[in-house]
Each structure stands twice: as C-alpha cells, then as structure tokens.
C-alpha cells in the first residue's frame, strides 16, 4: 500500500522533472554557453585553452542532470518518452551526438600543436555548444503547438510528423530564446572563471545575450498569448485514476496557454524573475560582480523555464492531430508503487549528488589563468 495519493505522487514526480531541467539548463548550460561563445571571446590559442580549462574539471559532473532527467522521464512518464522520442528522435540524436562531440573536442584539442588540428576541434567544440541549445529550445516550442500524433485503442501511439516540421518559426524563436539564455549563463561563468581578456570579452557577450534574451522572452510571450492556440481540459479531472490518455475530452483556445495565470496569480513570479534574473545580470557585470550575476543568470534561466512549464501544465505532450490523445501530467504516469519506489531513491541520492558537486566546485575554486596551463602541460587540456 502506497502512504501517498497517486494524484499527489504524479504533481510531485511533474514539480521533481520541471526541477531537474532547471537543474540541468543552469549547470550543463553554462558549459554549452561557454562553448558557444569560444569563437567571440577567446581568438588566440592561449585564450582558447582557458576558455576550454574552465568547464573541463566539471562537466561531466554538469552532464548528470541530463541523465537524471532523462531517466526520471523514461520512469515516471513511460508514455512522455516513448510518444517523444518516437517523433524527436534524430533530433535527439542530433543533441547526443553534439553532447557526445563535446568532450571529445576538450580531450582531443590540446594533443597536438597544430594549428589546423587546433582550429577543428575548436569549431567542433563551438558546434557541440549550439546544437544542443537550439534543439532544446525548438522542442520546447513544439510543445506549444502540439506534436503530430495520436493514440489507437490499444494505446499504441502513431507519430505522422517529420523532422523538418519541427522548424516552424515559432520553435526556431523558442531555440533562439535558447541560445540566448544559456550564451548570457556562460558569459557570467566565464567572467568568474576565466582571467583576463576572455573574462573581459565575456562579461560584454553575457550582458548582450541577457539584453537578447529579455527581448525574445517578451516577444515569445506575446506570440503565445495572441498568435497560439492553447489547450484546456473540458472534462472532468480525477488524478487519482489508472493512466489511460483517451478518457478526457480537450479543446483548443486562443490564449489557453495563458489559463494558469488566471487562475493562480502568484505563478506570474516565474516570468518576473527571469526577466529580473537577466536584468541584473547584465547590471552586475557591467560592475563587475561576478558572483552575483551567475546567481542572477541562474534564476533568470530558472524562471524562463518555469514559466514555460507553468504555462503547459497539466500537459507534458499535447496532441495537434488527436487533442484528446495528449498526455498529461494526469493521464500518462508509471504506477503508484513505482513513483513511490522512485521517490524514495530521489530523496537519497539527490541530497548525494548536490553535496557532490558543491565540494567538486569547492576544490576547482579560484580564476583559470594562462599562466598555469602553460606550466603544467600534463593537467591542463
């Protein structure tokens, strides 16, 4: 017998996921934003490799969150990752492959000293930032418009759409809301991390980005709440019943997405702290508080993506070929012993993981320099 209600279990299991993709946009974000900015801010090679030296102790303790995330969804919302990945699957393959490139440029870059192997690798790491930050934020836009497929009566989901459909204009302005929030999470890493004239650079790059990043946010927010129609539950709610998608009936309505507001006010702190994050970001590093303006970058990229998912909930997958076949948080869970089972190893190992990565930031404190990667060749990249 489960101690918790099902209806409970499944909003937790939905807040831990919207957690978790925060976690990861803040931590592994900053990575791929510093490798999205190498090209403007680092343009000799001294440069370029501490540039890379900054992120290279810590991303792969970064990279968990993707995996947790990753996991966490294929656990708890079987139907959100088989739905999904049948649709967005060579744009996943597109994002690992990058994920993939991007360690393997930092490893590779350095092995050789020459100047056409160098400039490869360096282009290479610069791709592994940016394909990964637009593919997100277009698979974020989709979600607003709903994703082509549909459920039979045996629930076995038919996915009729194609890669190049994803590219409609308003996904491709959500991937470059995208590029922009974690370019503005780099640029602030950076300022804390890298010395000299690339922390220079990047304090300028950041508070560009930031600037980028409130104009796209507003613009994306007024595309949404006049240019789109939104999705609304009409029947009954019971959050307590067996995952079944197709016993509910869903309607379309210019401004649906906007609904959650309406009715609980206090959720429009999510979009007002990421547009103060961003704003004080900018306003930090123009005065050189670097440490402050990452924690402002954090929870501006916090309340960009909390807004979004404010905006879609109840919906994890929305439909737009069959609405009533979307999945909600509702309507598309694991079983209630499995999320319970699943609560129990949360509540163990993510105390574990973020007393890990504090004391791996811990150690790694303190400026990478040029002057202490050239004397010592064996521990740098």
């Known amino acids: ?63 968990v969150w993707f995996i947790l995330g990753g996991g966490a969804t294929f656990a708890a919302w079987p139907a959100l990752y088989a739905t999904s990945f049948s649709g967005f699957y060579i744009a996943m393959i597109l994002v690992l492959g990058a994920l993939i490139l991007r360690p393997v440029a930092i490893a590779f870059r350095s092995k050789l000293d020459a100047r056409a192997w160098r400039r490869t690798w360096d282009w290479l790491f610069f791709i592994a930032g940016v394909v990964p930050s637009l593919v997100f934020g ?62 220079e ?71 007002a702290v990421g547009y103060a994050g961003a704003i004080l970001a900018a306003i930090f590093l123009r005065v050189g508080r670097d440490v402050l303006a990452f924690v402002a970058s954090s929870l501006g990229v916090a309340g960009v993506i909390a807004t979004a998912g404010f905006s879609l909930f109840p919906f994890l997958l929305p439909s737009s070929t069959d609405p009533r076949s979307s999945l909600t948080v509702w309507d598309s869970s694991s079983s209630p012993t499995t999320l319970f089972i699943m609560l129990i190893g949360a509540a163990v190992f993510l ?21 202490e990667i050239e004397g010592d060749v064996h521990e740098h990249y």
């Open 138 to 199: 277009v698979a974020f836009g989709n979600l607003f418009l709903g994703a082509p497929f549909k459920f039979d009566d045996a629930l076995r989901p038919d996915y009729t759409g194609g890669f190049f459909e994803l590219l409609g204009p308003f996904p491709v302005l959500c991937g470059l809301t995208s590029i922009a929030m974690l370019a503005m999470q780099g640029g602030a890493w950076l300022a804390i991390k890298a010395d000299g004239i690339v922390a």
């Open 201 to 271: 650079r990047a304090r300028g790059a950041a508070i560009s980005a930031a600037g980028a990043l409130v104009a796209l946010f507003t613009f994306g927010g007024l595309w949404i709440a006049f240019g789109i129609d939104g999705y609304v539950i009409q029947s009954p709610i019971d959050p307590s019943l067996p995952s079944n998608p197709l016993v509910k009936t869903v309607a379309r309505e210019t401004g649906a997405w906007l609904r959650n507001y309406g009715i609980h006010p206090w959720l429009a702190a999510a979009p």
């Open 1 to 63: 017998m489960v101690p918790i209600d099902y209806g409970l279990l499944r909003f937790i299991w939905w807040a831990l996921l919207g957690l978790l993709l925060i976690a990861f946009a803040v931590m592994d974000g900053f990575d791929l934003g510093a490798a999205m900015l190498q090209p403007f801010v680092a343009r000799t090679d001294s440069e370029r490799r501490v540039l890379v030296n900054s992120i290279g102790p810590v991303w792969e303790g970064n990279q």
């Open 351 to 371: 105390p574990a993981i973020v007393a890990y990565t504090g004391w791996v930031f811990h150690i790694m404190r303190g400026k990478v320099t040029a002057k």
